[in-house]
């Protein structure tokens, strides 16, 4: 049976969230009870790892102009400022976010977890979390969604794949804060592996959490088998037997 009530103290506050971050990520660490979205909460001059972080979002986005809801206080929603090297592919962030975010869930749950290309992450073939990864000038930034303490009556109906949260998945009721100083603590190594040595440094988390790998999928207008996400973040699909890579677009797959 889930539990009936949320957590009193259950705030992402900066005097509840600050003293838990171990890292560099979260310095300074911004904080609106409700804003329009995160991503508006970061400066342009903003130092990397600078964070945004709020209880409830007004006009929260996902990709291709979908937007991202929850109510007051019962997710994670959080941008991160990052400054990554030039040249360098910034579309593989949303990956790097999304094994971050992945591994952030599977502590949290006990359970196993899977990224879907190019930006969810699935728990039992259900969306928990979603990354949106926006370029600006000589800087990107990193939002996140995480699912945390919705009830299944708090999540939308028509998604695909469906939406969970870490309560429907498990009936457990969380404090937010010490999660998103776990996450934060994860996208900053894994963003630090990443500036290394690019998606190679984490293929050994990526690889094996790939959820589209050999499923039956449709990119645009072509459809055909999925084969992986490769190391640069692009998707390689089998199409009437010949390899294709996808840099981007709206996949579909078959369950």
């Not at 609106?32 to 209880?55: K, Y």
Request: glycine content about 10%; proline content about 6%; charged content about 30%.
């Amino acid at each position: 049976m889930e539990a009936a009530e949320r957590p009193h103290a259950d705030t992402l506050e900066p005097g509840v969230v600050e003293p838990l971050l171990e890292g560099a990520f979260g310095r300074p660490y911004r904080y609106e009870p409700t804003v329009a979205s995160t991503q508006g909460l970061l400066a342009p001059d903003d130092p990397e790892g600078a964070v945004a972080a709020c209880e409830e979002q007004t006009a929260g986005r996902g990709r291709l102009g979908r937007t991202w809801e929850a109510p007051y206080g019962t997710a994670i929603l959080v941008s991160i400022l990052l400054r990554p090297p030039a040249g360098r592919r910034v579309q593989e962030l949303s990956l790097v976010a999304g094994v971050a975010t992945a591994l952030t869930a599977e502590r949290a749950l006990g359970l196993a977890s899977q990224v879907k290309w190019p930006n969810d992450v699935l728990v039992n073939r259900s969306k928990v979390a979603g990354v949106l990864a926006e370029a600006r000038d000589d800087a990107v930034a990193l939002g996140i969604g995480l699912n945390v303490n919705q009830r299944r009556d708090e999540l939308p109906s028509d998604g695909t794949p469906p939406a969970a949260s870490l309560r429907t998945i498990d009936a457990v009721v969380r404090e937010r804060a010490p999660l998103l100083a776990l996450l934060l603590a994860e996208v900053e190594k894994a963003y630090e592996r990443w500036r290394e040595g690019g998606l190679d440094e984490l293929y050994v988390d990526l690889g094996p959490r790939d959820f589209l790998r050999n499923r039956r999928v449709r990119v645009g207008d072509e459809a055909g088998l999925a084969i992986a996400i490769d190391r640069q973040g692009r998707l390689e699909i089998d199409v009437g037997g010949e390899r294709r890579l996808v840099e981007s677009g709206e996949v579909t797959y078959l369950r």
